[in-house]
């Protein structure tokens, strides 16, 4: 089942924060975070991981509550270069398991940073 | 080498032609992907390959059909297509389990796929 994002679209002046939310009503091995700019491939941001969280990037950071099944992600100090359309996979094996590497991607949430 | 290419970047096809799109990865990765994105929507995916072997076919139409001749390569044939089939078709790949980072995955630029 596809993860829910939430909101739909967020748009900041730089050096604003921002939070994206992710939940699923499925239960969560891993939630894994990528930013898409118009006409470009996503570009992975990051993974949490049930039990840990691994490296962030650059102002970014996130949090994974596996009892919820949410994710969010923080933006802090937003700059032009965050704009882009971000989204949550939902991962729901580990490394061993039968689906190990399906992705399930939310629907998107649109950044846009203003001057 | 940290990219993944994806070729043609843009291809027009009629719904009774016969076509095929191209990866390739030298970045050793074992595991690779094709997914569908269309229009302000998120990518789907379609097909996992793990050491050349199809791992996950997410029930797709017979009309696209993979193969990933080696591992480095991989290819999405398509035939008798459907102008609903137009969209963004984005490559894949993953590193080994035993890389330390088995959960990046690395996405071509995609080829743009008009159905006319």
């Known amino acids: 089942q596809q993860p829910v994002q939430s909101p739909q679209a967020v748009i900041l002046r730089e050096g604003e924060d921002a939070v994206i939310n992710c939940s699923s009503s499925?239960?969560?091995?891993?939630v894994h975070w990528y930013r898409q700019k118009h006409g470009e491939a996503p570009v992975f941001l990051m993974i949490l991981l049930k039990g840990g969280e691994q490296k962030g990037h650059e102002k970014i950071s996130a949090s994974f509550n596996e009892k919820k099944q949410q994710s969010s992600l923080y933006l802090t100090a937003s700059q032009l270069s965050y704009s882009g359309t971000y989204f949550c996979g939902s991962g729901h094996t580990n490394a061993g398991g039968t689906s190990y590497g399906k992705l399930t991607f939310g629907q998107g949430t649109i950044l846009t940073v203003h001057p | 080498d940290t990219e993944v290419t994806q070729t043609p970047k843009h291809l027009v096809m009629g719904m009774t032609n016969k076509k095929s799109l191209k990866c390739e990865q030298h970045m050793g990765h074992r595991a690779m992907y094709w997914y569908k994105q269309k229009a302000k929507k998120p990518p789907e995916l379609m097909f996992v390959y793990s050491y050349e072997k199809l791992s996950i076919n997410e029930s797709v139409p017979s009309r696209f059909s993979p193969e990933c001749p080696n591992s480095s390569l991989l290819n999405l044939h398509l035939h008798a297509l459907q102008p609903e089939d137009s969209a963004l078709y984005l490559c894949?790949?993953?590193?080994?389990?035993?890389?330390?980072?088995?959960?990046?995955?690395?996405f071509g630029p995609g080829t743009r796929l008009t159905v006319t």
């Open positions: 894949a790949s993953r590193p080994a389990l035993t890389s330390g980072r088995p959960y990046e995955q690395y």
């Open positions: 499925k239960a969560l091995y891993s």
